[in-house]
């Protein structure tokens, strides 16, 4: 069966520093990859998608960047975070031709 | 461009009775629709589909296009019931992209 591994859980960082969110998938090939934002009392934003190693989608311009150096890893990146980058971040995966998307765990990131 | 709108932020009923979470869209073209849930400690998980038309745990949801409705309905809420739900949509031909709402709390009191 399909799962989706998400890490770290939780995560504080003080302004300015990098980050590297990873997520991976296991049991299916050439996963569609999703990485979503969620600020308090706010609904999920799409931040970036992938249909395949090295093509990524970005939704909103921001201070972050994604990468797919393999067929089921998606990284979430920063070279400098903002506070503003505080949040909860989700990776989710679908098949290829669509259909309902699956989630991780989520990452809690905390900015100081 | 898509929007999904859920009203209520916070939803409290008393077990034994009907739910109706509402969720309302604005999409020019033919949409697919979804409600997702979050148990307490658990991952965000689909709930169902509008083109599955089945009932899941007791909820069902039909798609009104004339009122631009995707509502979640249970005749009889449960405590297990409690719990964050969002309502999705995916675009036709939108590369399987969603925009969720911003998600009602339901709260079930005994």
């Known amino acids: 069966s399909q799962t989706i591994h998400q890490w770290p859980a939780t995560l504080v960082q003080p302004v300015g520093s990098p980050l590297s969110l990873e997520c991976t998938v296991e049991g299916t090939s050439n996963p569609n990859l999703y990485w979503y934002r969620q600020a308090a009392g706010r609904g999920l934003q799409l931040l970036f998608y992938s249909v395949g190693i090295g093509q990524i989608s970005s939704e909103v311009p921001q201070n972050l960047s994604a990468s797919r150096p393999q067929d089921r890893q998606f990284i979430l990146s920063s070279k400098k975070l903002l506070l503003s980058d505080s949040g909860f971040y989700l990776c989710a995966w679908s098949v290829p031709r669509g259909g309902p998307q699956h989630f991780g765990d989520g990452t809690r990131l905390s900015i100081l | 461009a898509q929007r999904v709108t859920q009203p209520e932020k916070l939803l409290s009923v008393f077990k034994g009775a009907p739910v109706e979470l509402k969720c309302n869209y604005s999409y020019s073209g033919s949409p697919e629709l979804f409600w997702y849930v979050q148990y307490s400690r658990q991952r965000l998980q689909l709930l169902l589909r509008?083109?599955s038309r089945e009932s899941i745990k007791g909820f069902t949801a039909d798609l009104n296009k004339g009122e631009t409705s995707f509502h979640l309905k249970k005749p009889f809420a449960q405590e297990e019931d409690s719990a964050m739900y969002y309502c999705?949509?995916?675009?036709?031909?939108?590369?399987?992209?969603?925009?969720f709402g911003t998600g009602t709390q339901l709260k079930v009191e005994l």
């Open positions: 999705a949509l995916n675009k036709a031909g939108g590369g399987n992209k969603l925009t």
């Open positions: 509008h083109i």
